[in-house]
């Protein structure tokens, strides 16, 4: 190479800063599709994404950036430990990149642009045939890719070690075994006795006043609302759009249950935390940002659950509700917000599942993904087996796909290997919080409203790192302990008991 | 070149298939700042625009490009009446740029992306030194541009000729003097009888109702919303995602008055029209969707004036007022909508301006960039300038700059040269409707909500053409005479005697 150095390095940079551009496009014609697009516009985005996708593909395997990216690696001991991070992770990126074809790798963007549209088809009538070639190609391509990319690795451990490094079934199997063997007792003791009232929830609560709640979340969880936008989609989710600079959380409102958005709204807030919680010399860099999604998971569902279903929170928010919802609450207490945001029962949809039983709708997903890519079942056998699991973990009978195998939107998106960072930051989170406790006084912080003292604590440990660690780097050095799930599992039962005094 | 005509021509189609990718990419950018995005991240929409519009300028001037554009011109024969006008528009293009070295052309769009969001605050707080520096920057950088383009020519001819192929001062200052000569008189007139009442239009009118309005207005007029999507921001515009089967519109409520967004849906839903009229086999070409701004602005302001505010067509929507605001149209008529979205007099504000004052409100800001790109006076001058002529041409005081100069958004957004099209667009349309009046029943047509034979009229002599012919080539084509402002003169007569029997 006929650089220095510091010219290098300057074009490690501006690489960057080109590629964080490009996905600044890629993710706002995704969020568009979602939000505002008219319904008729799914082709047209395709076409689009297909082509800036193409040129991502060649902008990043260019043989240029190649020599580059390697010039610097073979001068690590010249690049700070950021620098050394990017360096990995794009040569990494780059030459996994490089083993997949690029008019597959287009073919496969093109798709996923399309199949999201038919997801929201098929969920909306109750079709999955109408979905199934589209998901059998999804699952088929990611196995293709593995076999591309780490031809001696099992597929399903390529595609779960994408969203962790590292991570396979083998500790997930583990880890699952004890999670379920945790939960179900407690479901047990549950059954035996009385249910809580959760009639608090149900009602009619207007849009407007809605949307008042979510801002009003927003703020109190310490979101900077300059950088922090707002929409409603059909399925709730977390995009940075260029940089942390520019964070975008959704949500989706039921008229008749305002639990349901309020606590997207937490839970998407503490993911947009997370991302934008990283140092601002990460932004434009292949590290900006939370990276790992076990880790994402741990703090959207650490705000989400941990503290917005912790009773000093329901008991600080429901002065609000009263506000906004003065016939709705007419002869309500906290404390019934409490126990109703924490009924715990077995039902059907994961994202309104209770805290107890989330991780069981998790482990459905993760033995079917796992099913399919090891090749014990096909797509077709999806809803039936679904159901199966959904009566033999959770014990309930599916109506329909609809409510079933339809219900998410990660497999049309392509997010095979995902749905385990839901559980494992579960588990993360009751960690966290235990180690968090020796130095914050949480109770005290959510009594008082003042978050501040927890989003530092964040910030300083997990955020402002954003992807310069490994998930079992971040762990190791916050915790000073191994990751145990045990925590959780206590942390689990504590809270059963609070609710049920079983 | 070592190409058979056939490959080169697929490449000429896939070079402006990139292009249109990127054009997404760009406008997307650009709307998502205007609708949904959180108000702090201007900056890091900047930063994605200054990569985007580099690789675009890399892209459109690349050697190999122009080798190909060469190629094909000169083998026009073989080449059809599309092709050859691609090949002619692309060359044009690339030629131009190639003029403005890179780097100014990549800060330029940098600039508007934040001058927009300056814009913004400025006339939020009424603060026009505010905006001064970027509104500087932005003039001086059109005469720049046009110095490099077109030395020898006139920087402000240049910029006109930038939306109407052809265009110059010397038609616009006789043109403009022709209106002004028309409309002196007729306000004079009016000036001596009573003012019509326009109370229909002011009360309490819910924003979820003035939606519903804007829904039946685009599909009555004939707009699939399937490719035209809807949003608020703070100036409505229109603009296509990546094809013209992606179309969005947007519009400003104001809850005290319901005829302000009822006009500027039906604006721009014509340009929709337009845009979204095209062939389909000039999607993902330079040729798709409206070209030319005047023929532009002919059709936004044939459905919202000639259209909309025709009395059969208030008669047509009136019921529907009446279904949507029962209390606040309690005692009024079809015909007082009719008087109260034709009044006439002189105002502060362009887009809110009645049809007979409007163009005079164009011609203030002519005037001012006249004077501006000839140096003759400076950008601090603008606002006592624009007063000044407003007092003169509409004999109104201008009480601030939020009410004056800061009105619009179209210099923060660079488009100098673009304000004539609107007048332009006024004389075009009336010498249309005379034309098709020829073979449509216009009267019949709207007074029965059937806006077909009219669409089709425009379709099949405008819309579906694109960018295919110029502006003067479609007036040629499709009035068979020369373009005449005396049949816009004449409506506006007839519109004034209508209304106010003078």
């Known amino acids: 190479m006929n650089l220095t150095i510091e ?24 969020y568009d599709g979602s939000t505002c697009a008219p319904k008729g516009t799914a082709q047209n985005r395709a076409q689009s994404l297909s082509v800036l996708s193409e040129e991502i593909y060649k902008i990043t395997t260019d043989e240029k950036n190649i020599e580059l990216l390697e010039f610097l690696d073979e001068n690590k001991e010249k690049l700070n430990e950021k620098e050394r991070r990017m360096v990995y992770l794009l040569l990494k990126d780059i030459r996994e990149m490089r083993k997949i074809p690029m008019v597959e790798y287009v073919e496969y963007e093109q798709l996923l642009a399309i199949a999201d549209d038919v997801w ?22 990611n196995k293709r890719f593995a076999m591309y990319v780490e031809p001696g690795k099992d597929p399903y451990d390529y595609c779960l070690s994408k969203f962790e490094e590292g991570l396979n079934k083998k500790t997930l199997d583990e880890f699952f075994s004890k ?23 149900r009602g009619s609560f207007p849009e407007k006043q809605q949307e008042e709640l979510s801002y009003y979340l927003m703020k109190l969880i310490g979101l900077d609302l300059d950088h922090v936008g707002l929409s409603t989609t059909e399925h709730p989710f977390t995009t940075s759009l260029g940089s942390h600079f520019d964070e975008r959380i959704t949500t989706h409102y039921h008229e008749d249950d305002f639990v349901s958005s309020m606590y997207s709204v937490i839970h998407e807030g503490g993911h947009a935390l997370y991302d934008t919680g990283s140092a601002d010399d990460l932004a434009y860099t292949v590290l900006d940002g939370g990276m790992y999604m076990s880790i994402h998971e741990s703090q959207s569902r650490f705000y989400e659950n ?42 059907l949809i ?40 959904y009566k033999e973990y959770l014990g309930v009978d599916v109506p329909d796909d609809k409510h079933g195998v339809l219900q998410d939107s990660h497999w049309s998106g392509g997010l095979i290997g995902y749905f385990p960072s839901y559980a494992l930051g579960n588990a993360y989170g009751a960690q966290f919080l235990n180690k968090m406790k020796q130095t914050v ?8 409203g003042n978050f501040e003292p927890i989003n530092i604590w964040n910030r300083e440990n997990i955020w402002q790192y954003g992807g310069l660690y490994t998930p079992k780097e971040i762990l190791d050095r916050v915790l000073g302990e191994d990751f145990n799930a045990d925590y959780y599992i206590e942390y689990l039962n504590k809270k059963v008991n609070d609710i049920y005094s079983v």
Chains 1, 2 share one sequence.
């Open 179 to 201: 999670v379920r063997n945790g939960i179900v007792p407690l479901l047990k003791k549950i059954s035996q006795v009385p249910q809580v009232d959760d009639s608090i929830r």
């Open 441 to 448: 006084d949480f109770e005290k912080c959510i009594r008082e």
């Open 120 to 141: 929201h088809t098929a969920k909306q009538e109750n079709n999955f045939e109408l979905f199934a070639p589209y998901l059998e190609k999804i699952f088929e391509t």
């Open 306 to 347: 941990i503290i917005g279903r912790n009773k000093e929170f329901c008991e600080y928010v429901f002065p609000f509700l009263q506000k906004l919802f003065p016939d709705e609450m007419k002869g309500k207490t906290a404390g019934d917000l409490f126990k109703a945001v924490n009924k715990a029962e077995p039902s």
């Open 7 to 30: 010219q290098a390095k300057e074009q490690l940079y501006y690489l960057q800063k080109k590629a964080a551009a490009y996905e600044h496009a890629l993710g706002l014609i995704y």
């Open 350 to 389: 994961r994202t309104e599942a209770d805290e107890l039983t989330y991780s069981l709708h998790v482990m459905v997903r993760y033995e079917l993904e796992k099913k399919v890519m090891a090749g014990e079942i096909e797509v077709k056998d999806l809803p039936e087996e679904w159901n199966r699991l």
